[in-house]
Structure formats: structure tokens, C-alpha cells
């Protein structure tokens, strides 16, 4: 990380992590606007919530970074660094969530399970759309240019994600993530070199570009993300608020993101409420109070719905000191 790390940024053995739930809502924003550009060089945020959630932990494979990003909407420009700094190209593993991204006139969505490559030296357009959560393989340009350059030329373009070799990429990242250990010099190596035969595996994909997000798609996310306080926020509500049927709007949205707006309501407003309890600020208010403010009219609901999510109460995740969104 460039510069010195504030509250809720770490770096230790190789590993880094920020976690905007532990730092005060008023900074939260500038913290991540600050930090995107520090750990992504040539990486700006144009646009995202004013109190946002953020989660990224960081292994490193030799001289490569990778990244489990949980992050709320947001939207990332991204320009090929100048000076002495290298342009570095990306791998994004979507895992859940969805986003799209746009680079040399193709544009691609990925949800859960797709993956798509970046090309680090030419402008490109990143777009969360709602809570996401991906994994991100940063590779220095020539290194990517060298040992993949028939997969980075078709960068903004879904690669094949049902193959048996995309299906072992993700479970091999899955895997190195959730290491707690760092890997010695000898071992990161070797699980780059793994790491990089799995990628000059996958199938050179054969189309071109994809459908881009329906504009009905990206006003519901949106409205998600304005109203999820509000009790009144219900699948029906933001249907009749573009004048669709609940059925259509949950069509577009199934087609596009991989779910339905219930279950993108609940997911950000239990997203909301877990970042809600670790707010140093909300400290002395009640885990109902912050329920209610997060939309949940029911307490027993929202504490089941939370355990399922969290696998632990409302409680025991208030109490963790080191408490965030699992990675």
C-alpha cells in the first residue's frame, strides 16, 4: 500500500486488508477513493455510496497480488499509469453479485461463477452493480503479455466459466484466498507457475462482446441502494416506481445480476446492518434499533436471516473484535 495505513488498513506478511466496517462512516469514503488507486495504480472511483462498504484482503504469489474484494456499487475508471509505474492487467472471478466492464468497444457482465481479463495499458470501465464480491489476480502487462497474450487480447470478453478448467481456476483461488499461512519465496512461485498453466488452460473465447445491463436493471440497483432503509422498500415498490410488473423486473434482473430483487434487497440490507454493528459510532444503540433502521420489521427474521448469512448472530458478530464480511 502507498503511504501510511489508516485504522481498518493492515499489512502484514505479505497479506493486506481494509475493512471500511471499522472505520468511522465520515471517513469511509475518502478511505476507499484513497485506497483503490494505491493498491490499483492508474485506478480512479468515479462514483460510489457516500457511506460504503468495503472489504479486501490481499496474498501474494511472488511478485503477484491477488485480491478477495467485497465492495459495495461503485464505478472504477481505469487509465494505463504513466512515469515509472507499469500498466498491470487483471483476472476478475466474480463470486457473487455482478459486474460490468467495458474496454475497446466491448463490454461484458459477469455473475457469479464468470470471469472475464483486463488489459492494464488501455483505458477500461468497471462497474459494481450492487454488493460484489470477486476475486482479482493482478499481473504486471508484460508478465500477462507473455505467458497469456491469446487470452489478454480478447480482454472485456466472458471466457468460457463452465469448463472443467475454469471450474478448477476458481477453486484454486478459492483455496489460496483462504489460506491463513503465507506463502515462503519458493512456494508463492510455485503456485503462480500452478496459477498460470490453469489460465493457458481455458478456452480462447470465440464471441466478440455482451449485452450491456438494461437501464430497468440499473434503476432498481440503484433505488436499492437510496432506499434500503426504508421499510416501505419491497420487490412491488420498485416495480410500480418504473411502472412494470414485479414479474418483469425480477426477469431483467435474474438475466442480468443472477437474482431476484428480494434477494438483492436482503443481501444489502444485511450487508448494511453487518456494517452497521461494527460502527464505532452505533456502539451504544441496540441491535434491534439497528435492525429497524436497516428495514427489518421482524427481530426473530432478521437474526435467522443474519445467522444464515454470517453464520453467527447478530451477537456474536457485534462482539468480534476483528469482525468483518467473510472473504
Do not use: Y
Not at 479486501?56 to 485480491?67: E, G, I, K, Q, S
Not at 489476480?137 to 487470452?151: E, G, I, N
Request: proline share 6%.
Amino acid at each position: 500500500m502507498v503511504g501510511a495505513p489508516e485504522s481498518g488498513c493492515e499489512v502484514s506478511d505479505g497479506r493486506q486488508l481494509i475493512d471500511l466496517n471499522v472505520i468511522a462512516s465520515s471517513s469511509r469514503r475518502r478511505t476507499w477513493m484513497n485506497w483503490v488507486p494505491s493498491a490499483f495504480p492508474g485506478l480512479e472511483v468515479r462514483s460510489i455510496l457516500p457511506n460504503p462498504i468495503g472489504i479486501v484482503r490481499r496474498t501474494m504469489l511472488a511478485n503477484t497480488p491477488v485480491f478477495s474484494i467485497v465492495a459495495a456499487a461503485q464505478t472504477l475508471h481505469g487509465v494505463a499509469p504513466t512515469g515509472s509505474l507499469q500498466p498491470r492487467s487483471g483476472l476478475i472471478v466474480q463470486l457473487d453479485g455482478a459486474t460490468e466492464i467495458e474496454q475497446s468497444n466491448r463490454r461484458c457482465r459477469l455473475t457469479r461463477g464468470q470471469m472475464a481479463l483486463l488489459d492494464g495499458s488501455k483505458p477500461f470501465v468497471i462497474e459494481g452493480l450492487g454488493v460484489s464480491k470477486c476475486h482479482v489476480v493482478h499481473f504486471a502487462q508484460r508478465f500477462a503479455q507473455t505467458h497469456f497474450p491469446d487470452l489478454l487480447r480478447q480482454s472485456a470478453v466472458r471466457l468460457d466459466h463452465d469448463c472443467a478448467e475454469a471450474r478448477l481456476l476458481r477453486g484454486f483461488l478459492d483455496t489460496i484466498v483462504g489460506l491463513e499461512e503465507t506463502f515462503s519465496a519458493v512456494g508463492g512461485a510455485a503456485a503462480l507457475g500452478a496459477l498460470l498453466k490453469l489460465m493457458s488452460s481455458l478456452p480462447i473465447p470465440t464471441h466478440a462482446a455482451h449485452r450491456s445491463v438494461p437501464a430497468r436493471v440499473r434503476t432498481a440497483l440503484a433505488d436499492i441502494e437510496a432506499l434500503v432503509t426504508e421499510p416501505g422498500l419491497t420487490p412491488e415498490a420498485l416495480a410500480a416506481r418504473q411502472g412494470v410488473s414485479r414479474r418483469r423486473l425480477d426477469a431483467l434482473l435474474a438475466s442480468s445480476t443472477g437474482a431476484t430483487l428480494a434477494a438483492h434487497i436482503a443481501e444489502r440490507r444485511l450487508t448494511q446492518a453487518a456494517a452497521s454493528l461494527c460502527d464505532s459510532s452505533q456502539a451504544k444503540r441496540s441491535i434491534t434499533e439497528i435492525a429497524h433502521d436497516c428495514g427489518f420489521q421482524d427481530g426473530p427474521h432478521f437474526s435467522r436471516s443474519f445467522k444464515k448469512r454470517f453464520d453467527m448472530t447478530p451477537r456474536q458478530w457485534r462482539r468480534r473484535p476483528d469482525a468483518h464480511i467473510e472473504l
